[in-house]
């Protein structure tokens, strides 16, 4: 049962390396108010990254935003999305790849009814 136990907890570590490495190296900020919220893969430049935040603000959606450009990890963070290209939106188990508020705002209406 042990033996089974650590297997699993191996595995868990294995599988989430990538961000548990840029939590411990204090790249990304974790926030237990904000765990579940909705992440926001960007950069300071892209025109639909600010049209993101401002459809974000505007219906006062809490976000976690992660600029790309800071580091390769987190650039590979969002290549393991399957996302090559910014904005990339994470609500719960949803990627939305671009800016697409219609989508946006449906995976935020089913989010809210979980």
């Known amino acids: 049962m042990k033996q089974a136990i650590v297997l699993i907890s191996l595995f868990l570590i294995a599988v989430n390396w990538p961000n548990l490495k840029l939590l411990l190296a204090g790249e990304i900020d974790y926030d237990p108010v904000q765990s579940g ?65 219609s989508v946006l705002a449906d995976a935020l209406d089913s989010k809210n009814k979980d």
Request: proline letters at 5%.
């Open 37 to 101: 919220a909705v992440t926001l893969y960007a950069t300071k430049w892209c025109s639909y990254c600010a049209k993101t935040r401002a459809f974000l603000n505007k219906h006062d959606i809490p976000y976690v935003e992660i600029d790309v450009e800071q580091s390769t990890a987190t650039m590979r963070q969002m290549t393991a999305l399957g996302a090559f290209g910014v904005p990339v939106i994470v609500v719960g188990d949803t990627v939305i790849k671009g800016y697409q508020p």
